[in-house]
């Protein structure tokens, strides 16, 4: 399954309980999609949050964070790594 790194870059001040809770929302409902978030990394500082997802398709990876409330502000799919 195809895998993709999404940000969000809107969440300055985020706390680690605070990312835990949207990661928490996201797992509720990712089968709806087909989506499987593995983990969620932040930057308080910069209101960064990278989300590492398998999924099969951007458009899945985007809805569920839509209906959970925090949008992507971009989806990139992952087809190089080393």
Not at 29 to 35: A, F, N, S, T
């Amino acid at each position: 399954m195809p895998q993709f790194m999404d940000v969000h870059t809107s969440m300055v001040g985020v706390t680690a309980e605070q990312l835990l809770e949207a990661h928490k929302a996201d797992l509720a409902i990712q089968d709806d999609e087909g989506v499987d978030f593995k983990q969620a990394w932040g930057d308080p500082t910069t209101g960064h949050v990278f989300c590492l997802s398998e999924a099969p398709s951007a458009e899945a990876v985007q809805k569920i964070h839509q209906r959970a409330g925090h949008p992507a502000d971009e989806v990139h799919e992952i087809t190089v790594t080393a």
